[in-house]
């Protein structure tokens, strides 16, 4: 089959790190979706039903550094396509977040100073979709992150759609309508619970008619999508705030019941004790607007700690 092929250019900014806002989104190496290879990075969209591949790279130096996009399909490359891709690529690799007011605070505070220095250039990133950060959520919930992955995986080999190329099989994360004819069982079997597959067809069935909108999201304010977010089977504190940062890119976001985030602030704060909700709320209040770019930091300092990067 002869695939169509395109490549398109967008400004980053300076100064930017393809590959530690990659890895901020990816978490962990066995991550299929979102795949780094050390200077590539690259993911299956779907587009009107038809999967295509961006391979993501990073060209110049400081100033007049941008981000080149390969586009691969099955069919024709349009403008809309492009157009789409782009819009994709910006939301998600965190290229429209001006980091200079975060940067100025930073360099002002002890802790996150460091931190700054250390990983100079990573942006926020975004899941595609909020229906992608939702499952996400759910997923990794109560599980340790490597668990998480592993059933995520599970999920998009199961149900994403398949892109098929001379490099093998890749797998989009699943839609909505992807799940339109599976049962609650068949999600069991890649790894979910009972209550998290009946939490995910649930909201799978509840987005494409809207009876779940999460397009109104972008509409409310933090303490007005917790609360939408809270109404969803399966959504708790935890995870509503997890896609406030993740999913809606709410920059002054920090989970506080992430146990990742619990023990990276114990180790920065040097803590004899594991930090709770309130106290991370405390803890993290000088840093506001920019608490979720912090999350990022020490997620990055904590994946350098451990060797991953």
Known sequence: MKLDTSVLFLPAGSPFRLDLTVWALRRRKANIVDQWD???????????????????????EEAETRIRVAILSKNEITPQLRSDVRSL???????????QPFYASARTHDILKPLVERFLGVRPPRFSST??????????????????????????????????????????????EDFEEVREEDIKKL?????????????????????????????????????????????????????????????????????????????????????????????TAPWRPYEGLVYFHLLLQNLHLKGVI
Not at 40 to 47: G, N, P
Not at 261 to 279: C, I, M, S, T, W
């Open 131 to 176: 229906f992608e950060a939702l499952v996400n959520s759910i997923a990794c919930q109560q599980v340790t992150l490597d668990s998480g992955i592993s059933i995520l995986n599970r999920l998009s080999q199961g149900l994403g759609v398949k892109f098929y190329d001379e490099d093998g099989t890749s797998y989009a994360f699943p839609r909505p």
């Open 191 to 283: 790894g979910f619970s009972h209550q998290k597959a009946r939490a995910i067809k649930e909201l799978a069935a509840a987005v494409p008619d809207k009876k779940i909108d999460l397009s109104t999201l972008e509409e409310m304010d933090n303490d007005e999508a917790t609360d939408f977010l809270r109404t969803i089977r399966g959504i708790g504190r935890w995870s509503a705030e997890y896609v406030l940062l993740r999913g809606l890119g709410r920059i002054d976001s920090f989970p506080g019941d992430d146990v990742g985030a619990q023990n990276n602030l114990k180790r920065v704060f040097k803590l004899d004790h594991k930090p709770g909700y309130e106290e991370i709320r405390k803890l």
């Open 38 to 60: 050390g200077k590539r990075y690259t993911r299956i969209a779907v587009f009107n039903g038809d999967p295509v591949r961006m391979t993501v790279t990073q060209e110049g």
């Open 89 to 99: 690529l910006r939301k998600m690799l965190g290229l429209t977040i001006d980091m």
